[in-house]
């Protein structure tokens, strides 16, 4: 986007936004344009302007004031003629991906350029990780731009190809830009070495630069800086960053040593072994066994069509050596690219033969960069009607690319209705993302896309999070996507993420100003789910980004107790160290120590326990110690280190239960053997008036019934209703345990009501327990059936026993 100044009066008015540059100028008297731009005003008439750019120290953009890139004034002729000069140049090279000059501003000397809304490459590389598409194009776009300007006649060398000089447009297409060390090849030779601003360059300099300061430029010097930019985009780092004396660097490199490759990141396409190769061979110490930009071209467009495709070729030497052959070496795949498309260039055929190829024979002769300037803006793109965009490729860009740069079009969906996303397209992105294929939706989606909500209420970074596809996370947010965003149950790409563990996406929204404490609907934050997943990888992520370690969900449960519940020994000690409260109740009163108990975790039960301020006997709601829910849940081991600690084994829940009573009922016999060893009372009542020997009848636990009996239980011991352990075991069918407590005392004792043993049994219809009771002896009477006189299915059920 740009604003556009025309002189009114010795000043300047700032007029309407138009595309493709931005203008500020704090001298608008002293200011010339050599391309003069037209724009079209709101009542149909042209205003004649002047375009400028990067201005002194103000950015004006359609009444919008900000920083403006950083200008030095020059005060020399020399510097005026170099200054010139380099305008020159960019004004024979003007080609898609390179840098194009509108103007120049006299006082102070400034060239006038056009705005690159997403800056430099290196500026980008530093930011947060690409998708390997956009690398991909990233490297094929520099690459065609530079064969574009080997093409010229003669050949324009760049001369200082690095990711400094690369810049990128608000869609992230290549301008390469910088000419002021530009030299025509041939022409020249290199007279000095210069330190100043050298410490950026000099990493990008070939040996034979270094070493033969009297040798001819040539195209090759390019190929090996080209090399080092594509180590910088894969590694996304600067080259030997570790040194800092510009002299080793030097040594270095003439000693055949090149940056140094780390493990580059998963996942990643299995093309990228191919790009490695190719970086290899572009850094050759020989310059003549390095590959030309043409044949460089053809192989970085296969990567952008397909780079999930491995190209098979000899692995190089990793010194960069190539064996002794011949200089050219066939580019992997050639002779398939030339089968499968038309025209195939030759190593050194001039701008004209590959026009006149590339037309299918009709020559055209360009004498000059001038025509060569014509001949690009009088390319005619595709009609509107098309549904095609306007960056579609042109001829004169095709003749730099093997195939005509049909990975590097945008592809804009036909379109059903003037206003809003049609549903052709909202499928086909989803379609895109669902499958990763982030080629495809860096084609077709558009700025009006990128918040796009999808059924339940999902946008598509929450997609793509969610199928796990990191490369369409990257282009989605790279594209300014809203992580902010809430789908239908209230969760965040960042809740999404680190419930799915996805460590990468999370340091990619975590890069972004989001909320790290939004909660969804069940008020989880994603610390929560990091919590639950023991994932320490996102934990630490997230507090560094100040995290609450305190916020709680629906139940009451701060990220501890949710660690607690589900045994992240890792995140509780994480937690510890940053100070989180451990005596915080959740609902219920309920602690982190309780969840542990209760969960049988017991690394974390030892670890909580021995916290200052944390007592082994604190009490839930319902009067419940960690003792209890150990003991609840046949947690032995649990039970035994809580005890070790201090528990009271005698403590009373609000049901008057004690920690035995519980293990009793539950049937956990060697639980309720260590707290029988450990001093809990064997005849302790509930509140209901049952002792431990009484629930265990009653539940069936025969084990637990054998181990209280040896340990002397009192067996006449009455319960509810008047009743005994065997009138208990007796009404719910356990024969097992009846058959165990029989005994001639307690056979026909009755209950309250009358009722014996056989009578409960009888009732209960159960027959095993009836015939069990008959076999010791127990005495049939019918009459004492209470409310029954005798009569109903139970007394059938005792007549039927006794004939």
């Known amino acids: 986007m740009a604003a556009v100044s025309t002189r009114r009066e010795g000043s300047v ?12 100028c704090g001298y608008p008297d002293n200011c010339w344009s050599s391309s003069p731009v037209y724009l079209e005003q709101p009542g149909g008439s042209s205003v004649r302007a002047v375009a400028l750019v990067g ?22 002729c020399r510097e005026r003629l170099e200054l010139l000069e380099e305008a020159k140049k960019m004004e024979m090279a003007k080609f898609r991906y390179v840098l194009p000059v509108y103007g120049i501003c006299r006082e102070p000397v400034g060239l006038v350029m056009e705005y690159m809304e997403t800056g430099s490459l290196e500026k980008l590389l530093a930011s947060e990780p690409l998708p390997w598409d956009l690398r991909f194009r990233i490297v094929h776009e520099t690459a065609v731009g530079m064969n574009f300007l080997h093409c010229m006649t003669p050949p324009l060398l760049h001369l200082d190809l690095k990711p400094a000089n690369i810049l990128l447009d608000a869609h992230y297409h290549v301008k390469i830009s910088d000419f002021g060390l530009a030299k025509c090849s041939g022409l020249s030779h290199s007279h000095d070495l210069s330190m100043d601003g050298l410490f950026g360059t000099i990493a990008y300099l070939p040996p034979e630069r270094i070493r033969e300061k009297s040798r001819l430029f040539d195209t090759k010097h390019d190929v090996y800086s080209f090399a080092i930019v594509i180590w910088g985009v894969l590694t996304q780092k600067k080259p030997f960053a570790d040194e800092k004396n510009i002299l080793h660097i030097m040594v270095k490199v003439v000693k ?9 990141c998963r996942p990643r396409p299995r093309a990228c072994g191919n790009l490695l190769r190719l970086m290899q061979r572009c850094w050759r110490e020989e310059p003549r066994e390095r590959p030309t930009f043409q044949e460089i071209t053809s ?3 296969i990567l952008c069509e397909k780079p999930d495709e ?14 002794p052959g011949p200089k050219s070496e066939a580019v992997p795949g050639s002779s398939r690219l030339q089968r499968a498309s038309a025209p195939a260039f030759d190593n050194d055929c001039s701008l004209s033969e590959l026009l006149s190829q590339l037309d299918s024979g009709i020559s055209q002769t360009i004498e000059g960069p001038e025509e060569l300037s014509r001949s690009s803006s009088e390319c005619k ?36 209705g003037d206003l809003g996303t049609t549903d052709v397209q909202k499928r086909k992105l989803v379609d895109a993302i669902v499958s990763g294929d982030t080629s495809k939706l860096m084609k077709i989606l558009q700025p009006q896309d990128v918040n796009l909500v999808l059924d339940g209420s999902a946008s598509l970074l929450h997609l793509a999070v969610e199928a796990g596809q990191e490369e369409c996370v990257k282009w989605l947010l790279l594209n ?6 809430t789908n239908g149950k209230g969760s965040t790409p960042l809740h999404l993420a680190v419930e799915r563990r996805a460590r990468g996406v999370v340091e990619l929204l975590l890069a972004r100003k989001i909320s790290v404490n939004a909660k969804d609907e069940d008020q989880w934050t994603a610390l929560h789910f990091a919590a639950q997943n023991g994932d320490e990888a996102s934990t630490r992520l997230l507090l560094e980004k100040n995290a609450s370690i305190n916020e709680v969900d629906f139940e009451g449960r701060t990220p501890m107790h949710v660690a607690c519940q589900h045994g992240q020994e890792n995140i509780v000690r994480i937690l510890l160290r940053r100070g989180v409260d451990v005596g915080l109740q959740g609902k219920d009163a309920w602690l982190p120590l309780h969840y542990a108990a209760w969960q049988g975790h017991l690394p974390i039960v030892k670890l909580l326990a021995k916290q200052p301020g944390v007592s082994v006997n604190a009490q839930t709601l319902d009067g419940r110690t960690p003792l209890h829910l150990a003991a609840q849940r046949g947690h032995y081991r649990v039970a035994r280190i809580l005890i070790d600690l201090g528990s009271d084994v005698n403590v009373r829940s609000l049901l008057a239960q004690t920690p035995l009573h519980v293990a009793a009922e539950t049937g956990h016999t060697s639980t309720a053997r260590l707290l029988l060893h450990r001093g809990a009372g064997r005849e302790a009542v509930t509140a209901e008036g049952c002792t431990a020997l009484h629930l265990a009848a009653r539940n069936g636990h025969l084990a637990t019934v054998k181990l209280l009996v040896e340990e002397k239980a009192d067996v006449l011991a009455r319960g509810p209703l008047n009743q005994t352990a065997l009138h208990l075991a007796a009404a719910h069918g356990h024969s097992e345990v009846v058959e165990e407590l029989v005994s001639a005392d307690l056979i026909d004792l009755s209950d309250e009501q009358g009722l014996s043993a056989l009578h409960l ?11 069990t009771l008959l076999k010791h002896g127990a005495h049939i009477n019918l009459q004492s059936l209470k409310f029954q006189g005798g009569q109903g299915p139970a007394a059938t059920l005792l007549r039927r026993s006794k004939t």
Request: proline share 12%; net charge neutral.
């Open 13 to 24: 008015r700032c007029q309407a936004p138009t595309r493709g540059a931005q203008v500020a």
């Open 55 to 76: 201005s002194v120290s103000a950015l004006t953009v359609a009444g919008w004031t900000g920083p403006a890139a950083p200008f030095t004034p020059l005060n020399f």
């Open 256 to 264: 055949g040593h090149r940056p140094e490759l780390p493990p580059i």
């Open 299 to 301: 192989e970085t467009e």
């Open 310 to 323: 491995e190209v098979r070729e000899p692995t190089p030497d990793p010194a960069g050596k190539s064996p």
């Open 381 to 416: 793109l595709p009609s509107s009607s098309s549904g095609k965009r306007l960056s579609g490729v042109s001829s004169v860009d095709s003749a730099f690319s093997s195939r005509g740069s049909l990975s590097l079009s945008f592809e804009r969906e036909p379109s059903t």
């Open 480 to 485: 300014n996507a809203d992580p902010s965003l």
């Open 761 to 771: 049994a009888a009732q209960g219809r159960h027959a095993q327990t009836v015939e």
